[in-house]
């Protein structure tokens, strides 16, 4: 039987984004999402949070575009030109990886900072996972992890999207050439260091080539295409408010869409896929 975990992120980036979620949730079509320690609608989001105890709330930690919760003189190596931000691509956050300019000890305490903010705001935090998926390099995943099991969460996204799912969604040639490229270098040390720490993933991660373009038919694709296993969709549900819209990020109208087509499709799942059992990371054993 497939285990499903329907994950939005970005929880408490925007009053519009908080919305969304709570009406998906309401309506059956969401089971988990992931709240940034430092988004503009934390408030709001803990509120919702906490009115819905059955939905799931991972921290979804940004070491990226986005502003540290500790000073930037404890975290020096992860910061932008500015010297105040986090760098502001997922381009130049690279770069200072490979060039060995951001320092791990950073990363963990940084990390640690937003668990610990989530909560000590009463949230019981069932996993974690990152902005933008940087924990799939691996001198990132080891302090989050680290930091994670310092926090006594043991449950981690898998990030790396699986030949199945990339074909149901129909993902642009680059797009799905760069994603099966991350899965053939990084994914044996991913599952290799889960396990060394002894923290459960997901078989893999779904609508990852897909983000910006998830509609109703290629999540109707994406259920009648699921294996056996355990298996969560990353998705970035939401509103269109002025808060989101002065934000920079490219993810703007395409939210309302896959809004849309979750609450068209997901509330169907007994229909199209009876044998699917929808969960969170919460209730999964970790062994």
């Known amino acids: 039987m497939p285990q499903l975990i329907i994950n939005a992120d970005d929880f408490g980036q925007a009053p519009g984004i908080c919305r969304a979620i709570a009406e998906l949730h309401d309506a059956g079509a969401l089971t988990s999402a992931t709240l940034m320690a430092g988004g503009v609608a934390f408030d709001e989001a803990v509120s919702i949070a906490k009115q819905r105890p059955?939905?799931?709330i991972g921290c979804h930690i940004v070491l990226l575009d986005g502003q540290p919760m500790l000073s930037p003189g404890?975290?020096?190596?992860?910061?932008?030109?500015?010297?105040?931000?986090?760098?502001?691509?997922?381009?130049?956050?690279?770069?200072a990886l490979?060039?060995?300019?951001?320092?791990?000890?950073?990363?963990e305490r940084e990390a640690a900072t937003q668990i610990r903010r989530l909560q000590d705001a009463g949230i019981t935090v069932t996993h974690v996972d990152t902005?933008?998926?940087t924990h799939m390099f691996p001198s990132v995943l080891r302090p989050v992890l680290a930091a994670a099991k310092a926090c006594g969460v043991h449950r981690v996204r898998n990030s790396f999207e699986q030949p199945w799912s990339l074909q149901a969604s129909q993902a642009d040639a680059l797009r799905e050439l760069e994603v099966r490229g991350l899965r053939a270098r990084f994914l044996s040390r991913f599952r290799r260091q889960a396990q060394q720490n002894h923290v459960f993933a997901p078989d893999g991660c779904i609508g990852v080539a897909a983000t910006g373009r998830v509609n109703a038919p290629m999540i109707e694709a994406w259920m009648k295409a699921m294996p056996s296993g355990v298996w969560e969709i990353a998705c970035h549900p939401g509103y269109r408010d002025s808060v989101l819209a002065s934000q920079r990020t490219r993810l703007q109208a395409s939210r309302e869409e896959e809004l849309r087509g979750l609450l068209a499709i997901l509330p169907r799942i007994q229909t199209l896929r009876p044998d699917i059992e929808l969960t969170h990371f919460g209730n999964i054993a970790v062994r």
């Open 54 to 56: 059955n939905l799931g």
């Open 74 to 95: 404890e975290v020096a190596s992860l910061l932008g030109p500015d010297g105040r931000s986090f760098r502001p691509t997922l381009g130049s956050f690279v770069w």
């Open 98 to 107: 490979a060039a060995g300019k951001v320092r791990e000890e950073e990363i």
């Open 131 to 133: 902005h933008k998926h």
